[in-house]
């Protein structure tokens, strides 16, 4: 069955330290996939996606995730943080037979000053 | 920026009751989706809508659910009548296309408590 798993549930780091939030996805073929960012009060904002091509892809706000086909993987990472990004994370999948898209629980990010 | 909207943002309702979700689609979008969120849950697909009919619907989709597109501009959910286990954050989206790759525009979500 297809999945999508964020093994981190909280996440907490200091403004300006590097992060990274991690996804698996467990999908037989290559899937789209997408970040969602969810800021409290806020619907859920796209932070970006990978459909194919460059396993390194640029988003919006600084983000940027890596595609690891080896690994199922699709990380999301930001070089510096910014007390502004606390907010819950959320990875999804899109599998390519159907427009429906299969989320992960969610990594809520707490930014310290 | 254009932006998918839902009303209410909060909801209370007794166990048995029906409650109406609402959501205003961007105007140019023709696939409109339900999701929801159980709290500390996933965000789980409920239902997928287009050209006036349901074209996809996941298993908590029961006789219970509807959809509707009353008008030109509101895309409804409604639940017959709610359980306990119907609170969640309720997601409405929506996208030019309907093919995988396509972005999905969400809403702010309603959050349906249900007492």
């Known amino acids: 069955a297809q999945s999508v798993t964020q093994p981190d549930i909280h996440i907490t780091v200091s403004e300006g330290a590097s992060l990274e939030l991690r996804c698996n996805y467990s999908y037989g073929a290559t899937p789209y996939l997408f970040w969602y960012v969810q800021s409290p009060g806020q619907g859920l904002q796209l932070l970006l996606k990978?459909?194919?091509?460059?396993?390194l892809v640029q988003g919006i706000k600084g983000f940027e995730a890596e595609f690891k086909r080896s690994q199922s993987s699709f990380n999301l990472r930001k070089p510096s943080v910014h007390w502004s990004d606390a907010a819950e994370y959320f990875c999804a999948v899109g599998p390519w037979n159907t427009d429906k898209l299969i989320f992960g629980t969610g990594t809520r990010l707490q930014v310290f000053p | 920026e254009p932006e998918v909207t839902q009303t209410p943002s909060h909801q209370v309702t007794q166990m048995g009751q029906e409650v109406i979700l609402r959501c205003v689609p961007i105007s140019n979008h023709l696939y409109f989706y339900w999701y929801r969120q159980i709290l500390g849950q996933k965000v789980e697909f409920l239902v997928s809508?287009?050209?006036?009919?349901?074209?996809?619907k996941s298993e908590i989709f029961d006789d219970q659910f509807s959809v509707e597109r009353p008008d030109g501009s509101n895309f409804t959910l409604k639940i017959r009548s709610t359980k306990l286990e119907d609170s969640a954050m309720y997601f409405c989206a929506s996208k030019t296309s309907g093919q995988g790759n396509t972005e999905a525009f969400f809403g702010q979500g309603t959050r349906l408590t249900v007492v």
């Open positions: 809508f287009y050209n006036n009919e349901i074209s996809e």
């Open positions: 990978y459909f194919s091509g460059d396993t």
